[in-house]
């Protein structure tokens, strides 16, 4: 297929991915203030939202101290902000647009209709009470766009980048995720068993939706090593990197198959690491540290997709 | 300069029943006489009432929105999305005028074809003197284009030749459109809507298949690869998603199965055109574009165009792609050459015309000026480099101010304009808000050349909405009709009969 089709379905897919994504990071925050806080600082927790997100240089530039109601102007409807929710979703629809005639008539009209429905949110002013429904309802376009590519789209090549998009980004954003939130946790780990480590870490298994998941496999309380390792290491947590890299191994197979590619190294590298990776290992060695190379591995590889397929190769 | 046929002085039409006595209607020859092909129509249309009517183009608007066949309108600061008017009542067209109909726009293309490789080669027709040389300095001709060859000598491969009818047996050729004709996607589209929402009239006709126009056209354009390759790769280049056509495009590239293209999607290399795919370089062998000549190379035409393919043209000229419709056809479809077309037909091919030209005013001569300035409100002028219904303007119909600005504009620069009599188009019955009333129509065939060249039976049909406008155009406010050419210019016994039939032999079975 053309790399210009290819280069819009992908990019599609990675913006309403990281709608989501700054949605559940929102919800989580805003329900970690609610609880008291380890550290006794609301600041601390909004700062982090915005660097999961974004960059927290340009919004001190912006914003100057970050607060609920600057962090949340910020990250949803700030157009001047990349990565915020409203600059996310419009440019998924003008990919969509773009590419309009080659997608089915269904995600078409479900993506041109979140951006119709988004307006509400737009006119009116987003209070912090209000913060949940729109996060919600975020999320659940997410999910009806995953849907709608899943139900209607032909198994072609489309579909494998629509696909792309959606797992590569959201490997990066658990990443981020789960690498602020436990420099930011892991002060008070020291405590463990009390109330406020309960409630945080719990609120950050919720804004991967593994709550529940957490509770069925190891139904026992809740602990950092754990944690991260059903988020990194599960093949069966869905938003885990391990699952991520799951879907995308035998994309990249498929889109790769008659060449010679980089991508399928790069991508081959990093599933092995998940795929056999042991927790006890990874935390010797530091989270941290793996983490932060897994997210520079994750990067180059979406650089290594855009130009050996979505670009001008002259 | 007198011409014979009808002027029609429009300030004078005063009532509808007026309209239908002055000019020709396609389906009354008298008020209350329907014509022989349209008798079955009448009948039928008689007992349907005109809400039902109604409702089943408030059907088909819905469908057509859905599918998205829409039309952008430039310099309109609303609607940049809008649905061009579909009307439900065809305009129909017997076989016998359509025999004379296809044969004439088939001949008029095959001398414009002709013409076109003639003024790019050895210009005979400049030397026998039959056509100026001054055609030369046209700016739509493209020197760049002088001698090189292209397959099958084929330049015009997709013509759009707009027809008028003025009587019974008159029609005339309006214009011919060789550069990126559109509209096609209408004559299509409303085929399929009609079946769909009329399916028992088409028991009742025998109405000539329009549907494998993309087919025809594909194996035509294949066809006009460069020799030698085994199994071409054909693309449709596109302006992009804001073009005022991109709808047609898209919809084409998918009937025809090829990938619809943009500029950047195409680059050159070691004298051939290739397209980035996402399993890298592939090679394209015809360019089906839909983009003007100035914008294609910005090497050589429009340097600031964003559309096309830097190095395109030098590949085309050493034969490394076929461009269809070529480069430089411009020259031939422009209003001053068009004067030239019954010449050329007798030249190249040594045959009468079969359809005939408006006679039109050349403003750079002196006699044809003086009579046109002092015949301003009964001609329309149109600019030579004009389309789509810009820069024209209807005499009977403007204003006193509006005709004295307009004589300002010829005078700086009469050379840029012709003038034609205000010809009196054919009415269709058509539905608008009062009911149904005659409105003007024009047809506009679609002429395809590669080994052969042919015509599918039916075309685009344009209607002025507008009560008593002559100006069809969409840009302007027209609408559409679907064509129905008939094979046969009889009709079935109508249904309600079989029905009843059907019925009683039923009950005879149970």
Redesign the interface.
Same mark, same amino acid.
């Given at each position: 297929?053309?790399?210009?089709t290819?280069d819009h379905l992908y990019w599609m897919a990675r913006y309403i991915e990281r709608a989501e994504n700054a949605a559940r990071v929102l919800d989580v925050t805003y329900n970690m203030s609610l609880v008291p806080s380890a550290t006794g600082n609301d600041a601390d927790l909004w700062q982090a939202a915005v660097e999961i997100t974004s960059n927290i240089e340009a919004f001190e530039r912006d914003y100057g101290k970050p607060n609920a109601k600057n962090v949340i102007q910020y990250l949803t409807m700030d157009s001047n902000n990349p990565s915020s929710i409203y600059s996310a979703l419009r440019s998924a629809r003008e990919n969509a647009?773009?590419v309009?005639?080659?997608m089915t008539?269904e995600t078409w009209e479900n993506i041109n209709a979140l951006w119709l429905e988004f307006d509400q949110f737009l006119r009116k002013d987003l209070t912090v009470e209000g913060l949940s429904e729109f996060c919600d309802w975020v999320k659940s376009r997410s999910h009806l766009f995953r849907g709608v590519c899943f139900g209607t789209m032909l198994r072609d090549?489309a579909f494998s980048?629509v696909r792309l998009g959606t797992f590569i980004e959201r490997a990066d954003n658990t990443a981020r995720l789960l690498n602020i939130k436990y420099d930011f946790l892991m002060p008070v780990q020291h405590q463990m068993g009390g109330t406020v480590d309960y409630y945080e870490w719990s609120a950050v298994l919720r804004s991967v939706s593994a709550f529940q998941a957490y509770q069925k496999i190891y139904s026992d309380a809740i602990d950092p090593v754990r944690v991260s390792e059903l988020l990194v290491l599960r093949h069966d947590m869905p938003r885990s990197l391990h699952a991520c890299y799951d879907e995308i191994m035998p994309i990249i197979e498929q889109?790769a198959a008659?060449?010679q590619s980089e991508t399928k190294r790069l991508a081959g590298e990093l599933h092995a690491k998940l795929h056999y990776g042991k927790m006890q290992d990874i935390f010797q060695h530091g989270l941290h540290e793996f983490l932060e190379s897994f997210i520079h591995s994750n990067h180059v590889l979406g650089e290594e997709i855009q130009r050996s397929?979505?670009?001008?190769?002259? | 300069m007198q011409f014979a046929f009808n002027l029609i002085n429009y300030r004078k039409i005063k009532s509808m029943s007026d309209t239908v006595d002055k000019f020709f209607d396609e389906m009354q020859a008298k008020v209350g006489d329907a014509r022989a092909i349209y008798k079955a129509y009448q009948r039928w249309l008689k007992n349907v009432p005109t809400h039902q009517l109604a409702a089943k183009r408030a059907e088909a608007e819905l469908l057509f929105r859905?599918v998205?066949i829409t039309f952008n309108v430039y310099g309109d600061a609303d609607g940049a999305e809008r649905l061009i008017p579909f009307d439900v009542i065809p305009r129909l067209i017997s076989s016998k005028e359509w025999a004379h109909l296809s044969a004439g726009v088939i001949q008029r293309v095959r001398a414009l074809n002709m013409f076109l490789h003639d003024i790019y080669h050895k210009q005979e027709i400049i030397q026998a003197g039959i056509v100026p040389y001054t055609i030369l300095s046209n700016p739509q001709y493209r020197p760049e284009m002088f001698g090189v060859d292209v397959p099958n000598q084929i330049y015009a491969h997709i013509a759009g030749v707009d027809l008028v009818r003025t009587s019974e047996s008159q029609f005339y050729v309006l214009e011919d459109n060789l550069r990126t004709p559109s509209g096609v996607s209408y004559m299509l589209e409303n085929r399929k809507m009609m079946m769909r929402l009329f399916p028992d009239l088409f028991r009742q006709y025998s109405v000539a298949p329009v549907e494998h126009y993309p087919q025809v056209l594909l194996n035509n354009l294949r066809s006009v690869a460069q020799s030698g390759v085994q199994d071409p790769t054909v693309v449709l280049l596109s302006p992009g998603?804001y073009n005022s056509a991109y =709808?047609e495009h898209?919809f084409l590239a998918?009937q025809m199965g090829i990938?619809?293209?943009?500029g950047?999607?195409l =680059?050159v290399?070691n004298n051939a055109v290739y397209?980035?795919?996402?399993?890298?370089?592939r090679r394209v062998d015809v360019i089906y574009r839909r983009i003007d000549d100035d914008f294609l190379d910005p090497l050589v035409f429009k340097p600031d165009s964003m559309l096309g393919v830097p190095g395109l043209l030098s590949v085309y000229r050493n034969g490394g792609v076929t461009l269809a419709n070529a480069v430089g056809t411009g020259a031939a479809d422009d209003k001053a050459t068009y004067i030239y077309v019954p010449q050329m037909i007798k030249f190249y091919l040594g045959e009468e015309p079969i359809l005939q030209n408006v006679p039109t005013y050349e403003l750079s001569k002196e006699d044809d000026l003086a009579y046109v300035l002092d015949h301003l409100d009964e001609l329309v002028v149109k600019e030579v480099q004009g389309s789509g219904g810009y820069g024209m303007l209807v005499g009977p119909a403007a204003t006193k101010q509006e005709l004295a600005e307009f004589k300002l504009r010829i005078l700086s620069k009469p050379s840029s304009y012709i003038a034609q009599p205000t010809l009196a188009l054919s009415t269709c019955p058509t539905l608008v808000e009062q009911g149904i009333a005659p409105r003007h129509v024009d047809l506009r065939p679609f002429v395809l050349s590669g080994k052969t060249v042919s015509v599918v039976p039916g075309g685009l049909c344009r209607v002025a909405l507008k009560e008593g406008s002559l100006v069809v155009n969409s840009s302007q406010g027209g609408g559409t009709k679907d064509t129905w050419v008939l094979e046969r210019d009889d009709t079935a016994a109508e249904k309600p009969t079989n029905t009843s039939q059907a019925i009683k032999k039923e009950e005879v079975a149970c």
């Open positions: 297929m053309l790399s210009r290819a647009r773009a309009r005639v080659t008539t090549e980048f889109v008659n060449r397929f979505l670009s001008a190769t002259v | 859905r998205g998603a =709808f898209a998918q990938e619809l293209v943009e950047q999607d =680059f290399r397209m980035r795919t996402t399993q890298g370089p």
